[in-house]
């Protein structure tokens, strides 16, 4: 039996929800910067399209094989993985002596965006898994279909995320100085925990 488009749509933003709640590198730069700034979850998001965007375009186009090579994977976890370490190791030697200070990522919430999305292998996988099945399913419904995928899919990025930076600025003033360097170390912990975790995957 053939499912109506918008049934597809509310599956589709229930698989996505599972993916962007799923904590990473993403949650952890959004509550960095969500500590200075209310709306970084939005910026950080179109960040996030700037990458994604262009990768449902692809796998529309059929470019989803190139992305199945197992070399091409390989190389994806090694530069995602060294590239995820160096700012999780440059944000826990910069977090600042001053309350609110947070150094080792880009300054603009949208460039965060683009580089800890466009680094993150983890990413890639669920688009080469998951993704593709959706991207598959909604162009039965034409360019439409595709379009209002990628919009609904985004959107749940965007309330995700938009969600912990507003959550992590309302609630900023009841961290201590020391809450507030123990949550950035972790964040930066977590980047550099997934670096080294997508960066041996190449090798095992």
């Known amino acids: 039996m053939e499912t109506s488009l918008g049934v597809f749509l509310l599956s589709a933003a229930g698989i996505s929800l599972t993916g962007v709640m799923f904590p990473g590198p993403v949650t952890a730069v959004t509550v960095a910067k969500g500590y200075s700034h209310k709306h970084a979850g939005a910026s950080i998001a179109v960040g996030h399209a700037a990458v994604e965007i262009p990768l449902i375009t692809a796998i529309y186009l059929g470019l989803s094989h190139f992305m199945d090579s197992a070399r091409v994977m390989d ?3 090694v530069v995602g ?7 999780g190791f440059r944000m826990f030697r910069n977090i600042g002596d001053r309350p609110g ?10 460039v965060a965006g683009i580089v800890i999305t466009g680094t993150n292998s983890a990413f890639y996988m669920w688009w080469v898994t998951l993704g593709v099945a ?8 034409g360019l439409v279909g595709l379009l209002l995928f990628a919009a609904v899919h985004w959107l749940c990025d ?7 930076s507003v959550s992590t600025f309302k609630s900023r003033n009841w961290w201590t100085y020391g809450v507030q360097r123990v949550v950035f170390r972790l964040c930066a912990l977590v980047l550099i925990g997934f670096g080294v975790w997508f960066f041996v995957s190449a090798f095992v």
Do not use: N, T
């Not at 965007?158 to 912990?164: G, M, N, S």
């Open 134 to 141: 959706l991207v598959v399913g909604a162009a039965k419904y």
């Open 158 to 164: 965007l309330a995700w995320l938009e969600v912990l």
């Open 81 to 87: 993985g060294l590239m995820l370490f160096y700012l």
């Open 75 to 77: 190389i994806i976890y």
């Open 101 to 110: 200070e947070i150094g080792g990522l880009p300054g603009s919430s949208v």
